[in-house]
């Protein structure tokens, strides 16, 4: 009986004794995995932040649109109300404006037929990093598209 208890109070000191390890084996096992998290949640935050740029970008589309037509009416109405030389300066104006807005555009529906987020559960940590670094870039272009063309667009319309 003796030889048993002995057995079993050995064993369990083995065993508690080896979980206490402080070899690298043991040790580097908590910071792997708190890099991991770390990793994973940067992919999720940046993710997260291309994604309300394209967000605060579309809640935009519907004044880039309206803004469009009425650039459009703008044109149409101009050569009736101006001496001529002022209508081609304001036809020119126009012009650009319209092609500005229209630029804007075609980058908001680029990008979104583009962005691929359900890839990124495919990619690696480094690799999906690189992807959303690479599209934030393009959001931010996009965005900043947008709002320089609407800028124009709106002292245009003044």
Do not use: F
């Amino acid at each position: 009986m003796m030889n048993k208890l002995t057995g079993a109070l050995l064993g369990l000191a083995l065993l508690l004794g080896s979980c206490r390890s402080t070899t690298d084996e043991h040790n580097h096992t908590p910071v792997e995995h708190k890099t991991q998290a770390t990793t994973a949640d940067a992919v999720s935050d940046l993710e997260k932040t291309v994604l309300a740029v394209h967000d605060s970008a579309m809640a935009d589309m519907s004044t880039l649109i309206q803004l469009q037509k009425a650039v459009k009416q703008k044109l149409n109405t101009t050569a009736s109300q101006l001496p001529a030389a002022e209508v081609t300066r304001q036809q020119a104006q126009g012009l650009a404006v319209t092609s500005a807005l229209a630029k804007a555009d075609e980058a908001m529906m680029g990008w979104m037929h583009g962005y691929n987020g359900d890839t990124l559960g495919k990619l690696d940590q480094e690799q999906a990093m690189r992807y959303l670094k690479d599209q934030q870039q393009k959001v931010n272009v996009m965005r900043a598209l947008m709002v320089e063309s609407m800028r124009s667009a709106k002292a245009y319309l003044k």
